[in-house]
């Protein structure tokens, strides 16, 4: 199905549950300065906030450049098209922005130990992430830990590989029999897979469920929106580009078959309360009511990720606490694919087992990307720990050739995120709220794992 565009179903939308936010938003692409930012504990005088402005600015140029000659370093912008449009038509080589990236981040450092606050150090680390990944760009590679700790602010700890093997033997267990263990897995998975005439009604019933949890809690602008695509020929299972002006193109690759618990997890992964309202909790709070123009561009290879990526995989299990996504699958969606909902509980209980088996990226990438094993051994690690066929643990190590330690942001950061949910929920307030306040907050991996 090769870029097969679909309309959300419009139910989705009739009645949005969310309010416009009443705060005075300037008009997209002209944000007006605040005079007074608070920052949890901290404060921007009007000669701080005025400084940061600048040295914002001074940034998302910086990053547009960047992308100019690094296609994949924008994720998304929705800043003043003009600044876009000067950086596609101005020839800038690595070495003049590694110059600018350096100079800038020095700035930034002494204004930031001058005045500290939040918005200020998260600054600080976007421009020293930058200045790493233009190095990267141009093929001198730093080791992986290394790279992690300059990108994302986050080293992922070493592993026991026995700890791998010893969930790899309960799986045994639980999906007995005489194939490679991989197989077996994959068969059964691929036994659930969603038909390609019942994707769209099925991820329009996940999507609708995360949606009604998610503004159940949130207050989302009124025109907040989405579109859905199935798409072909991917290193990952799905994508979201966030448009600007509360908008998201969320992609789902159908390379391979989609399986049926695969409908939930994208529908929170990508949309709600994942990455679709990252970032217009971002675009609304940060850029329209703050006046913060740096995030008006999110850098992939960036400590935002953390945050992105870690909540969008927690947000699953915010919004599907305990057994509520296996009850919501096995009622709801297993019927609408023709599938049977006997099989619910065995899938439950694999995802669970798996899911201690997520870390086992961040081994392998760290020795693939460091010289100790070859592609193949690579490949062959990705259909053990992964337990996935040849194509996908091929994808798999595609997917960390073409963006490297990010993949530690799905599982490290969702551990990050959890943790801090978990310690601010507590006798304080409910889950939503802290994770509202973790999206919301100028938070690098190193902030969330200190914060009390």
Same mark, same amino acid.
């Given at each position: 199905?090769?870029?097969?565009?679909?309309?959300?179903?419009?139910?989705?939308?009739?009645?949005?549950?969310? &309010?416009?936010?009443?705060?005075?938003?300037?008009?997209?692409?002209?944000?007006?300065?605040?005079?007074?930012?608070?920052?949890?504990?901290?404060?921007?005088?009007?000669?701080?906030?005025?400084?940061?402005?600048?040295?914002?600015?001074?940034?998302?140029?910086?990053?547009?450049?960047?992308?100019?000659?690094?296609?994949?370093?924008?994720?998304?912008?929705?800043?003043?098209?003009? #600044?876009?449009?000067?950086?596609?038509?101005?020839?800038?080589?690595?070495?003049?922005?590694?110059?600018?990236?350096?100079?800038?981040?020095?700035?930034?450092?002494?204004?930031?130990?001058?005045?500290?606050?939040?918005?200020?150090?998260?600054?600080?680390?976007?421009?020293?992430?930058?200045?790493?990944?233009?190095?990267?760009?141009?093929?001198? $590679?730093?080791?992986?830990? &290394?790279?992690?700790?300059?990108?994302?602010?986050?080293?992922?700890?070493?592993?026991?590989?026995?700890?791998?093997?010893?969930?790899?033997?309960?799986?045994?267990?639980?999906?007995?029999?005489?194939?490679?263990?991989?197989?077996?897995?994959?068969?059964?998975?691929?036994?659930?897979?969603?038909?390609?005439?019942?994707?769209?009604?099925?991820?329009?019933?996940?999507?609708?469920?995360?949606?009604?949890?998610?503004?159940?809690?949130?207050?989302?602008?009124?025109?907040?929106? $989405?579109?859905?695509?199935?798409?072909?020929?991917?290193? #990952?299972?799905? +994508?979201?580009? +966030?448009?600007?002006?509360?908008?998201?193109?969320?992609?789902?690759?159908?390379?391979?078959?989609?399986?049926?618990?695969?409908?939930?997890?994208?529908?929170?992964?990508?949309?709600?309360?994942?990455?679709?309202?990252?970032?217009?909790?971002?675009?609304?709070?940060?850029?329209?009511?703050?006046?913060?123009?740096?995030?008006?561009?999110?850098?992939?290879?960036?400590?935002?990720?953390?945050?992105?990526?870690?909540?969008?995989?927690?947000?699953?299990?915010?919004?599907?606490?305990?057994?509520?996504?296996?009850?919501?699958?096995?009622?709801?969606?297993?019927?609408?694919?023709?599938?049977?909902?006997?099989?619910?509980?065995?899938?439950?209980?694999?995802?669970?087992?798996?899911?201690?088996?997520?870390?086992?990226?961040?081994?392998?990438?760290?020795?693939?990307?460091?010289?100790?094993?070859?592609?193949?051994?690579?490949?062959?690690?990705?259909?053990?720990?992964?337990?996935?066929?040849?194509?996908?643990?091929?994808?798999?190590?595609?997917?960390?050739?073409?963006?490297?330690?990010?993949?530690?942001?799905?599982?490290?950061?969702?551990?990050?995120?959890?943790?801090?949910?978990?310690?601010?929920?507590?006798?304080? &307030?409910?889950?939503?709220?802290?994770?509202?306040?973790?999206?919301?907050?100028?938070?690098?991996?190193?902030?969330?794992?200190?914060?009390?």
């Amino acid at each position: 199905m090769k870029y097969l565009v679909v309309a959300v179903a419009s139910f989705l939308f009739a009645a949005c549950g969310g &309010e416009a936010d009443t705060a005075s938003s300037p008009e997209k692409n002209a944000p007006s300065p605040a005079s007074e930012v608070k920052t949890n504990n901290t404060s921007e005088t009007p000669d701080a906030s005025a400084a940061l402005n600048e040295m914002g600015q001074a940034f998302v140029k910086l990053s547009l450049a960047i992308g100019v000659l690094d296609p994949a370093f924008v994720d998304a912008y929705h800043g003043p098209e003009e #600044w876009a449009d000067a950086a596609a038509n101005q020839a800038q080589s690595f070495d003049a922005l590694a110059a600018d990236a350096e100079a800038l981040l020095i700035k930034v450092s002494r204004a930031n130990a001058d005045a500290p606050t939040l918005r200020g150090a998260m600054l600080e680390k976007l421009v020293r992430a930058s200045a790493a990944r233009i190095e990267i760009a141009q093929e001198r $590679f730093y080791p992986f830990d &290394e790279e992690t700790r300059l990108l994302y602010d986050a080293v992922a700890p070493q592993y026991e590989v026995n700890e791998f093997y010893a969930v790899l033997g309960e799986i045994d267990t639980l999906l007995p029999g005489d194939a490679p263990l991989h197989e077996r897995v994959d068969a059964f998975r691929n036994s659930l897979a969603i038909a390609e005439d019942k994707l769209l009604p099925v991820f329009n019933a996940a999507i609708a469920e995360c949606r009604k949890r998610t503004l159940a809690h949130y207050k989302l602008p009124d025109n907040e929106r $989405f579109r859905l695509e199935f798409v072909t020929g991917k290193s #990952w299972s799905g +994508y979201n580009w +966030y448009q600007g002006d509360y908008e998201s193109l969320i992609q789902v690759n159908t390379d391979f078959p989609i399986i049926i618990d695969r409908a939930v997890d994208l529908g929170c992964h990508e949309g709600y309360p994942g990455h679709h309202t990252w970032n217009v909790m971002i675009e609304r709070d940060f850029f329209n009511k703050n006046g913060w123009i740096e995030y008006s561009v999110y850098p992939l290879f960036s400590p935002l990720s953390v945050t992105a990526e870690g909540s969008a995989n927690y947000g699953i299990e915010l919004a599907f606490p305990g057994d509520e996504k296996i009850t919501f699958e096995r009622d709801i969606l297993f019927p609408l694919a023709g599938l049977n909902p006997e099989d619910a509980d065995r899938l439950d209980r694999l995802n669970k087992l798996r899911r201690k088996l997520s870390h086992s990226r961040n081994h392998i990438a760290r020795a693939y990307l460091d010289g100790e094993i070859d592609r193949e051994e690579a490949i062959g690690l990705s259909m053990e720990f992964g337990l996935q066929s040849r194509e996908r643990a091929e994808q798999s190590v595609r997917f960390i050739e073409t963006y490297r330690g990010y993949v530690i942001n799905y599982n490290l950061g969702r551990d990050l995120v959890e943790n801090y949910v978990r310690r601010k929920a507590v006798g304080r &307030e409910d889950s939503w709220d802290a994770f509202r306040i973790l999206l919301t907050t100028p938070l690098a991996a190193s902030d969330i794992e200190a914060a009390q």
